[in-house]
């Protein structure tokens, strides 16, 4: 049996998944809301990013199942006695990985490459000693003959394309049928699209999963790491950094932000008080003061982080906090603005003319009033924190070394490019990742922008 | 703290006293009761090392530097990279802007903004690796990092400038098209377009005045902070400026240094925000100072 690990950074990002599940649901039920949704997904560009999030944040679910492997048992051990699990954490994505997380290599290894990167000492059949690139043990070792090198190459991704093809036409095909037997007319969302992205997703990910059996289709790290495994694992990092960071700010800000332009007078000088004091301190300085003192947090109580990834768990969860509670000032300074404005209106006036309670006012007629800045600012700060991370792991108050980030691929790759020839790939698979979120996100962000903000709305 | 200074070996009890009383770390934090009079509040670490900072005193680094003379010392190079990339950013966004709203609905306006959504969307980290591959390295035109002081800094600066400017240029350029396009909707633009004025007078004499006064406003509050450095570039291209002094401090944890960072941080943004507020009146005549 295998021993299931439920670390912190697990249960907030299923947590969030239900929150949010529970949002779509309440904002169904709500006429003005779902008429803004539906600008958003009538928008080809907003279902595509919408799409391309969502294969994300799955990415990342999966990868937030983590478990122990027994480890095999001994000989004269009953099956009775207790198991030992390995001290290894894996997760369930660990297991569709499977080929590119095995089959490392000794050092670095270009894309598709047969041969090592480095020469190394090696040993004629007649005994002499000479130097040149070993073949390397796993990339391309099926291979009977070199010349077949870049035709295997081509065959293998046409057989890969097809197969991707055909898994991804038939969820389509099955979605398609429904759609028509439901007879539904004012479908408004371009299904086209959505299918279109999601077969190129799915044909992609079949790709990597079956070339990959075979070579390592973005080259080994230094110690011999598939780099495409590493950046995938890295998904799951910086999806959680976008989500609960922008989660802790969202609170402060709200309660701050509202309270401060609806009650005015000491309470709105103390938040603004707040808030200035906070942003005029540097915010580099201010996060590399809070991981110091999380690092010695951490050594002082060495027994409660026996694993590894408990550690760089509490340390990314507290990286998250930290981020999230320096970075809530902008919201809250909008919030605040527009809350002073709306709480003028003549309805609010009317409300409260009407007896009706603070509580009362604020949550039926100022909240629903600033919802869209609250959106547009969710989706915004989550790529600036996908962003933020790369620096912070640059400057070494980042995520934990041993946990899989495009900061800490960064990191190393600035020592690989300055070798000679340059190790560019292990870069290049980072950017490439971490582009397409936060890509995917800022079109979102334009989107849900469009669709919400007064100013720029059309019709409603 | 003293341990990380001194090293891990051959370290006794007494050494760490004494390293700490030279420094002033062994008295108490708030209140020292062994003292009378004022000396109750004024002989401790938070009045040594917090209140003198606010006579722009700064003492010395734990390493026993001046703070005020490197200061003195590695502003310059912060400035040399910092102004010429913030002017020159600000121009190239303001004309990308103004072109972009020139041709309004077309396919280069869509063009141009998927551009800016693009370049946007890139970490600043990767603008300077690429940068530093592809300019220094693989072409050879500018050194990779280093600094000289004098005109022979130019080569060590100018490709910082160049890829701080292309990395500002996607959020810039956006955000200033957005205060444009608000000013191109307002009654005087349609006047003057009612009178006959040609486009190109309109762009340059009615609608770039006006669309100024957002921008500067929003400008001022930054450049006090221009004299903190940048610390990505700085470190990234080895400028010994105020930056990569604050990294360098972050690294060593000399708390004497990042102490004083963090207060002129803070006091040049509280200048920032109040020639904020006086830009407010002198750019734009109807808002008064009451």
Not at chain 1, 56 to 62: C, E
Request: with cysteine; aromatic share 12%; charged share 15%.
């Amino acid at each position: 049996m295998i021993l299931p690990v439920v670390l912190w950074s697990d249960i907030l990002i299923f947590a969030l998944a239900i929150a949010v599940g529970l949002f779509v649901w309440q904002v169904r039920k709500n006429p003005l809301a779902k008429a803004r949704w539906r600008t958003v997904f009538e928008n080809k560009v907003g279902v595509t990013s919408f799409v391309i999030i969502l294969f994300y944040v799955l990415i990342s679910l999966v990868d937030s199942l983590h478990f122990r492997e027994p480890l095999p048992q001994l000989e004269g051990e009953n099956a009775s006695d207790k198991v030992a699990y390995s001290s290894e954490v894996k997760s369930v994505l660990d297991l569709v990985l499977v080929n590119l997380e095995e089959g490392a290599e000794t050092t670095y290894s270009a894309p598709f490459a047969l041969y090592s990167f480095a020469k190394e000492n090696m040993t004629a059949e007649d005994g002499t000693v000479y130097r040149d690139f070993p073949r390397l043990e796993n990339g391309g070792s099926h291979l009977a003959d070199e010349a077949d090198h870049l035709w295997d190459i081509f065959g293998k991704s046409i057989q890969a394309i097809l197969v991707g093809l055909i898994i991804g036409f038939i969820p389509v095909a099955l979605h398609m049928w429904l759609r028509k037997r439901a007879g539904n007319t004012e479908d408004y969302i371009p299904w086209n699209v959505a299918y279109g992205t999601f077969i190129a997703l799915v044909v992609i990910s079949t790709w990597i999963l079956m070339v990959s059996e075979y070579y390592h289709i973005l080259g080994t790290d230094k110690v011999g790491q598939d780099v495409l495994y590493q950046s995938i694992k890295a998904i799951r990092t910086g999806v959680l950094i976008g989500t609960l960071a922008t989660l802790v700010t969202l609170p402060i800000a709200i309660v701050l932000g509202i309270s401060a332009g609806y009650f005015k007078g000491w309470v709105d000088d103390t938040v603004q008080f707040i808030y200035t004091t906070l942003s005029s301190i540097p915010g580099i300085l201010l996060i590399a003061a809070s991981v110091l003192l999380i690092d010695v947090y951490i050594e002082t109580n060495p027994e409660a982080f026996n694993l590894t990834i408990l550690r760089s768990d509490f340390k990314f969860i507290a990286l998250c906090a930290i981020l999230g509670l320096i970075s809530w000032t902008t919201l809250c300074r909008l919030l605040r603005a527009e809350t002073l404005k709306v709480s003028q209106l003549d309805y609010v006036q009317a409300a409260h003319a009407f007896g009706v309670s603070h509580s009362g006012v604020i949550r039926k007629h100022i909240l629903p009033n600033v919802t869209h800045i609250i959106l547009i600012s969710v989706v915004l700060d989550f790529s600036a924190f996908v962003l933020a991370e790369a620096v912070l792991s640059y400057i070494g108050v980042g995520v934990d070394p041993n946990m899989h980030s495009w900061g800490n691929m960064i990191n190393a790759a600035r020592s690989e490019l300055s070798r000679d020839p340059s190790v560019w790939w292990s870069v290049t698979s980072a950017f490439i990742l971490m582009f397409t979120l936060v890509l995917a996100a800022n079109l979102f962000s334009d989107e849900v922008r469009n669709a919400f903000d007064p100013r720029t709305a059309k019709g409603n | 703290m003293a341990r990380v200074h001194l090293g891990d070996k051959h370290v006794t009890q007494e050494d760490i006293d004494n390293w700490k009383s030279q420094r002033g770390y062994d008295k108490p934090l708030f209140v020292n009761s062994e003292r009378s009079g004022l000396d109750v509040v004024t002989d401790t670490i938070f009045f040594d090392k917090s209140i003198r900072l606010l006579a722009f005193d700064f003492g010395k680094s734990d390493e026993g530097r001046s703070i005020a003379n490197d200061i003195e010392e590695r502003m310059w190079p912060s400035l040399a990279l910092q102004i010429p990339t913030f002017i020159i950013g600000i121009m190239v966004n303001i004309c990308f802007a103004l072109i972009i709203v020139m041709f309004r609905a077309s396919l280069f306006e869509f063009a141009a903004l998927t551009l800016c959504v693009g370049m946007l969307s890139i970490s600043a980290v990767f603008y300077i690796i690429g940068g530093q591959f592809f300019f220094s390295k693989l072409w050879n035109l500018v050194p990779i990092s280093g600094y000289l002081t004098g005109w022979d800094a130019i080569q060590f600066l100018i490709l910082p400038i160049i890829i701080g400017v292309i990395a500002g240029v996607g959020a810039g350029t956006r955000l200033y098209r957005t205060i444009f396009i608000e000013e191109a909707s307002k009654d005087y633009m349609r006047t003057a377009r009612a009178k006959g004025v040609s486009e190109l007078n309109i762009l340059f004499k009615h609608l770039l005045p006006n669309g100024m006064i957002p921008i500067l406003t929003s400008v001022v509050v930054v450049i006090p902070t221009l004299f903190m450095g940048s610390l990505l570039m700085e470190s990234f291209f080895g400028i010994p400026g105020l930056g990569s002094y604050t990294l360098d401090a972050i690294q060593a944890q000399d708390f004497a240094i990042v102490r004083s960072m963090v207060f002129l941080g803070a006091v040049l943004y509280i200048i920032g925000l109040l020639l904020t507020d006086i830009s407010y009146t002198l750019v734009d005549p109807r808002v008064k100072l009451s």
